[in-house]
Every structure is written in structure tokens, then in C-alpha cells.
């Protein structure tokens, strides 16, 4: 089954995915604004040194003469490195008349350029396998005499800041982005706070407890909007629960009176027709019990659901207990011959509500002979653990539970597709008298069939702590 991403990761992996392309964005938008302003600085650059050459050429009646004592001995017109400049003088008829000594005349490379007598022009040409920038520059004199002047440099200056920012930014980029993820991480928690602290909150209410709230949160943001809103469906869930458990109550209360009387009735019915059939009787007062067992079983859920219902912690002795439930059932059991196997009950006593402990191993004993076929045998057992437990076994030899359903056999009126006429509260009431005690039901199917319940109790369980 496929597990989905929890929201808090989510939100994390998209603010991730999201600042991290806006740093890509940021680091292209960077380099090449970076790259357009080295380069307007290189045109700048050469435009400031074709300034500077022409400041060396005059001309005289003889042609053109060239004061070479300062800009053509420069060191960056000597040699060809990533600092220096080419220089390069033309006459109008485009034949040389000067060069530095790091750029050899190239009449393919002249032959690329535009001269434009009226207009300086810039070009990138491929160059001594460099890629350079030349500028292209008329010099015009008084009697119509021009001079072009060559000045070029290469890129490579550019390419190595380029690069250089470019190594920055790749190796700040993993960086960046765990920063990003644990800042994200962070913040996705502290957003979602309030959504667990509405989530533990709901974790604890119970059936008996609908009165408690949701904390709000003073955002006044659609997190308080959905704690404000499950609020007032927890009020009208309230008053729907305190409605049914009141008809539950009162309905168990009033049926009583009249299932009362039918009693009555049917006994004297029987006394004044001694001539009527006895199986009759018989069906008719086993439905008059199931009546009166399901009302038992409605009063007793509204009073757990209500919290009326009060344990009066005191010294039981199991033994006993168990033993006087055995007695209670057997009628029953000989009704179906059905022998119930006990083994020696060792003498041990906890704290606990006798009344309550009764009914609970009352109703699981109860189970077991529902469910176990004729000519069958129920066991019983009880031992203590090395952990001071006292743990409570009853197995019946019946059809089982199917596996999907031994978690459900606690829950209120459930019942499965194997089961018989029945409220399907008696387990869940012995599941609560068992909390009640700090204990566990357990369930599990025999290997050769039938049902295994497991009542553990603590022995030295203290109500006060």
C-alpha cells in the first residue's frame, strides 16, 4: 500500500522546491547581468585605450607619424595574456602602418570588419584561438586623411570571473538548500503546531467526556476557523449523546415496569391453565429474559456513558467470584450438556469492584455457553503471573471468530455474521470493566476451533494512585 507524504513534509518539500528554484533563478539572473556589465566594462575599456592611441598619432606634410615613447611600450602590448590588448593602425587604404608586438597582421581578420568612416564599431572574432572583442575606430584629419585604429582584448578575464562566481554559487548551492529544508522543516512545525495541539486534545475526549473543547488558536487563520467549526459540532455532538443516553436510560427504566407485569402475568396464566403447554411457557419466558438481559445491558452502557456509574474499590478474592459465576451458569450448561472444565482456582484477592467484576466475568462466561454447540466443554482457568498479574482464561470449543473481527468484538452492538440473537453489549461492558481495573481483554481463536478470552487484572492494583 502506498503511504503518502505527511502534511508537514509536504509543505516542507514544496517551500524547498520552490526557494530553490527562485535561487536558480537568481544565480542565472546574476551571471548574466554580471556578464553584460563585465562586458560593458571591457568596451569600455578598449574605447578608453583607442582614446589613448589616438592621442599618439599625429600627422604631419610628410603622413602620419606615431609618438611611441609612452602607450606602445606598455607591458600589455608586449605579451598576450588574459590582461593585455592588441593594437593595431590602418591607413585609409586599410594597409598597416603600425601593430603591437602581441598581434600579428591577419588579412582574414581585417576582412571581417566593417569600416564605417562615419562610426566606431565593436565585433567578437575568434582570434589566435581566443575569443576577443576589437574596436573598430576612424580617425579623420583636417585635409580628409583617415586613420582606423584597431584596439582589441580578449575574453578570457571575463570568463574566469564567470566561472569563478559560478564555482561559488554551485558549491553555496547544496548548502543553501539545507538550510532552506531544516528552515522550512521548522516553520511547517511551528505552523502546524496548533493543528496537533487540536489533534491531541481530540485524541482525549471520550464518550464521557464531550464537554471538554478544542483549544483555539489566536491566529484568527483557517486553522482557528476549523477549531471553531469542529467546536460547534462537538456541541451539537454532545447534545445528541446526552439525548440518546438519557431515552437509553429512561427507556431501560420504563420497559422494566411492564416486562414486570408480563412476569406476573405468565405466572398466573400458568397456575390457571395447568392444561397449556409447557414448552410454550418456557419460550415465552426465555423472551421475556432476553427482554429483561438487553434492558440490564442498556441501563448499565447509559450509566458508564454518563459517569454514573462508580466503582467501589474493595478486597475481592477471584476464587470465589469465579466460582459463584460457574454455579449461576451451570443450570444453563446442563441445558445444553455442556460441561464446564475447572481447574484448581488458587486463593488470590486484588482491589476491585466486586459488583462489576462479577457481571463482567458473568457476561464472558455467558458468551462462551452461547456460543459453544451441545455436548460441548467450556474451560476455565486462573493464574498469576510472574509480573503480578492475575490473568483469567475461559475457552469454548464454539465455531471462533473470524480474524478480521476479533478487534471489533468489544465495540458496542457489533456482532458478526456467526453470531446469534444478542444486544452485542455484553462484551463491550466487560471491556470497560476491565479498563476500569487497569487490566486487558484479550481474544484469540483456538487451533482446533472455538474461542480463547483472556481476562488480565493487576493484583496489586491501588484505585487511590
Given at each position: 500500500?502506498?503511504?503518502?507524504?505527511?502534511?508537514?513534509?509536504?509543505?516542507?518539500?514544496?517551500?524547498?522546491?520552490?526557494?530553490?528554484?527562485?535561487?536558480?533563478?537568481?544565480?542565472?539572473?546574476?551571471?548574466?547581468?554580471?556578464?553584460?556589465?563585465?562586458?560593458?566594462?571591457?568596451?569600455?575599456?578598449?574605447?578608453?585605450?583607442?582614446?589613448?592611441?589616438?592621442?599618439?598619432?599625429?600627422?604631419?606634410?610628410?603622413?602620419?607619424?606615431?609618438?611611441?615613447?609612452?602607450?606602445?611600450?606598455?607591458?600589455?602590448?608586449?605579451?598576450?595574456?588574459?590582461?593585455?590588448?592588441?593594437?593595431?593602425?590602418?591607413?585609409?587604404?586599410?594597409?598597416?602602418?603600425?601593430?603591437?608586438?602581441?598581434?600579428?597582421?591577419?588579412?582574414?581578420?581585417?576582412?571581417?570588419?566593417?569600416?564605417?568612416?562615419?562610426?566606431?564599431?565593436?565585433?567578437?572574432?575568434?582570434?589566435?584561438?581566443?575569443?576577443?572583442?576589437?574596436?573598430?575606430?576612424?580617425?579623420?584629419?583636417?585635409?580628409?586623411?583617415?586613420?582606423?585604429?584597431?584596439?582589441?582584448?580578449?575574453?578570457?578575464?571575463?570568463?574566469?570571473?564567470?566561472?569563478?562566481?559560478?564555482?561559488?554559487?554551485?558549491?553555496?548551492?547544496?548548502?543553501?538548500?539545507?538550510?532552506?529544508?531544516?528552515?522550512?522543516?521548522?516553520?511547517?512545525?511551528?505552523?502546524?503546531?496548533?493543528?496537533?495541539?487540536?489533534?491531541?486534545?481530540?485524541?482525549?475526549?471520550?464518550?464521557?467526556?464531550?464537554?471538554?473543547?478544542?483549544?483555539?488558536?489566536?491566529?484568527?487563520?483557517?486553522?482557528?476557523?476549523?477549531?471553531?467549526?469542529?467546536?460547534?459540532?462537538?456541541?451539537?455532538?454532545?447534545?445528541?449523546?446526552?439525548?440518546?443516553?438519557?431515552?437509553?436510560?429512561?427507556?431501560?427504566?420504563?420497559?422494566?415496569?411492564?416486562?414486570?407485569?408480563?412476569?406476573?402475568?405468565?405466572?398466573?396464566?400458568?397456575?390457571?391453565?395447568?392444561?397449556?403447554?409447557?414448552?410454550?411457557?418456557?419460550?415465552?419466558?426465555?423472551?421475556?429474559?432476553?427482554?429483561?438481559?438487553?434492558?440490564?445491558?442498556?441501563?448499565?452502557?447509559?450509566?458508564?456513558?454518563?459517569?454514573?456509574?462508580?466503582?467501589?474499590?474493595?478486597?475481592?478474592?477471584?476464587?470465589?467470584?469465579?466460582?459463584?459465576?460457574?454455579?449461576?451458569?451451570?443450570?444453563?450448561?446442563?441445558?445444553?450438556?455442556?460441561?464446564?472444565?475447572?481447574?484448581?482456582?488458587?486463593?488470590?484477592?486484588?482491589?476491585?469492584?466486586?459488583?462489576?467484576?462479577?457481571?463482567?466475568?458473568?457476561?464472558?462466561?455467558?458468551?462462551?455457553?452461547?456460543?459453544?454447540?451441545?455436548?460441548?466443554?467450556?474451560?476455565?482457568?486462573?493464574?498469576?503471573?510472574?509480573?503480578?498479574?492475575?490473568?483469567?482464561?475461559?475457552?469454548?470449543?464454539?465455531?471462533?471468530?473470524?480474524?478480521?473481527?476479533?478487534?471489533?468484538?468489544?465495540?458496542?452492538?457489533?456482532?458478526?455474521?456467526?453470531?446469534r440473537p444478542g444486544t452485542g453489549l455484553g462484551l463491550a461492558i466487560a471491556h470497560w470493566v476491565v479498563q476500569q481495573h487497569h487490566g486487558?481483554?484479550?481474544?484469540?481463536?483456538?487451533?482446533?476451533?472455538?474461542?480463547?478470552?483472556?481476562?488480565?487484572?493487576?493484583?496489586?492494583?491501588?484505585?487511590?494512585?
Amino acid at each position: 500500500m502506498k503511504t503518502e507524504l505527511s502534511l508537514q513534509r509536504r509543505i516542507t518539500l514544496w517551500s524547498t522546491l520552490v526557494v530553490s528554484l527562485i535561487f536558480i533563478v537568481f544565480i542565472v539572473l546574476v551571471i548574466l547581468a554580471l556578464d553584460n556589465q563585465l562586458k560593458w566594462d571591457l568596451d569600455h575599456r578598449i574605447d578608453e585605450e583607442a582614446n589613448a592611441v589616438e592621442l599618439s598619432i599625429f600627422h604631419t606634410d610628410s603622413g602620419i607619424s606615431i609618438d611611441e615613447s609612452i602607450e606602445w611600450r606598455e607591458p600589455h602590448h608586449q605579451d598576450m595574456d588574459d590582461e593585455s590588448m592588441v593594437l593595431m593602425i590602418l591607413n585609409e587604404n586599410l594597409h598597416l602602418i603600425r601593430r603591437s608586438p602581441n598581434f600579428p597582421f591577419s588579412p582574414e581578420l581585417i576582412q571581417s570588419f566593417v569600416f564605417d568612416p562615419t562610426d566606431s564599431n565593436y565585433y567578437t572574432r575568434s582570434f589566435m584561438d581566443l575569443e576577443m572583442r576589437f574596436l573598430v575606430k576612424p580617425i579623420p584629419f583636417a585635409n580628409q586623411t583617415l586613420v582606423w585604429i584597431i584596439v582589441g582584448k580578449s575574453f578570457n578575464s571575463i570568463h574566469q570571473i564567470l566561472k569563478e562566481v559560478f564555482t561559488i554559487f554551485l558549491f553555496s548551492f547544496p548548502v543553501a538548500l539545507i538550510m532552506v529544508y531544516w528552515g522550512s522543516l521548522f516553520l511547517a512545525r511551528k505552523s502546524l503546531r496548533p493543528v496537533r495541539a487540536i489533534s491531541e486534545k481530540a485524541r482525549q475526549f471520550k464518550s464521557s467526556n464531550l464537554s471538554q473543547r478544542l483549544p483555539v488558536p489566536r491566529t484568527d487563520d483557517d486553522i482557528a476557523h476549523l477549531a471553531i467549526t469542529l467546536n460547534e459540532l462537538l456541541d451539537r455532538l454532545e447534545t445528541t449523546v446526552v439525548s440518546l443516553r438519557n431515552i437509553a436510560a429512561n427507556a431501560s427504566h420504563e420497559i422494566k415496569t411492564p416486562v414486570t407485569i408480563l412476569y406476573t402475568y405468565l405466572d398466573r396464566w400458568a397456575q390457571t391453565h395447568p392444561d397449556m403447554d409447557t414448552h410454550e411457557i418456557l419460550s415465552f419466558r426465555s423472551e421475556l429474559n432476553r427482554i429483561t438481559k438487553i434492558i440490564d445491558n442498556l441501563s448499565q452502557i447509559a450509566k458508564t456513558d454518563s459517569g454514573a456509574a462508580k466503582l467501589q474499590f474493595d478486597t475481592v478474592w477471584m476464587n470465589d467470584l469465579l466460582y459463584e459465576e460457574i454455579e449461576r451458569f451451570r443450570p444453563q450448561a446442563l441445558m445444553k450438556d455442556i460441561t464446564i472444565q475447572v481447574k484448581p482456582l488458587p486463593s488470590v484477592a486484588i482491589e476491585g469492584d466486586e459488583s462489576w467484576l462479577h457481571l463482567a466475568l458473568g457476561n464472558l462466561i455467558e458468551n462462551a455457553l452461547k456460543y459453544s454447540p451441545e455436548h460441548s466443554s467450556i474451560s476455565l482457568k486462573m493464574e498469576s503471573t510472574d509480573a503480578h498479574t492475575l490473568m483469567v482464561t475461559i475457552s469454548d470449543e464454539g465455531h471462533g471468530v473470524p480474524e478480521q473481527d476479533l478487534e471489533l468484538l468489544t465495540a458496542r452492538y457489533f456482532r458478526s455474521k456467526q453470531s446469534r440473537p444478542g444486544t452485542g453489549l455484553g462484551l463491550a461492558i466487560a471491556h470497560w470493566v476491565v479498563q476500569q481495573h487497569h487490566g486487558k481483554l484479550r481474544f484469540a481463536n483456538n487451533p482446533t476451533g472455538g474461542l480463547t478470552v483472556q481476562v488480565c487484572l493487576p493484583e496489586q492494583y491501588n484505585p487511590g494512585t
